[in-house]
């Protein structure tokens, strides 16, 4: 069923992961969510960091919550990668490049604390920032750049306090050895 204008629709999918309808945004993430699609971006920047961001605490969802750089939705018949760069520019106020699958088939289901569910296949990106990064502030609280060792670390002692899209995408991302693919000088 298509609901309102198609700048706030999610795109609702079945459990083969075909479209079979929209909802609006707001209304789709409660307590029972269906399955939609989404999209998660890590940001690197030229020095092979990655780019961390906590959660506006506004935000319906894992508020406060640190997470990898960037999440969203696309709208109706949108490319993935179009989704991204238009998301960096609208959540982080940055320009992407060389935006690149790395976990193309990622799907999670979670549920925070206030009982908001997240029911998302939401292949992963990674892409390249080319300008500075000037967070929306409805969106990030704070962000910081850090190295592969320090992200490693904070998932090894501190995995309550990431998000657990977060958390799953960085154990697929490190069993596969993807960041000596992406990063330079890194592995």
């Known amino acids: 069923m298509d609901h309102g204008d198609d700048e706030d629709l999610v795109v609702l999918l079945d459990e083969a992961r075909r479209p079979v309808?929209?909802?609006?945004r707001e209304?789709?993430?409660?307590?029972d969510t269906p399955l939609h699609l989404a999209f998660s971006c890590w940001l690197l920047d030229a020095d092979g960091r990655i780019l961390v961001t906590r959660r506006a605490l506004g935000k319906r969802s894992w508020?406060?919550?640190w997470t990898n750089s960037f999440c969203g939705h696309p709208r109706p018949g949108e490319a993935l990668e179009d989704a991204v760069v238009r998301h960096g520019r609208r959540e982080l106020g940055v320009e992407v490049a060389d935006v690149r699958p790395l976990l193309p088939d990622f799907t999670y289901r979670a549920v925070d604390a206030s009982g908001v569910v997240e029911h998302e296949?939401?292949?992963v990106f990674v892409a390249r920032a080319v300008s500075t990064v000037t967070p929306a502030p409805?969106?990030?609280a704070e962000h910081h750049w850090i190295t592969l060792d320090d992200y490693r670390a904070s998932l090894a002692t501190?995995?309550?306090a990431l998000s657990p899209w977060m958390v799953e995408q960085a154990r697929q991302i490190d069993a596969a050895d993807l960041w000596s693919r992406v990063a330079p000088?890194?592995?």
């Open 121 to 123: 296949f939401c292949p």
């Open 21 to 24: 309808g929209t909802a609006p």
């Open 138 to 140: 409805d969106e990030v």
């Open 27 to 31: 209304g789709v993430h409660g307590t």
């Open 185 to 187: 000088g890194e592995g």
């Open 63 to 65: 508020p406060g919550v």
């Open 158 to 160: 501190a995995p309550w």
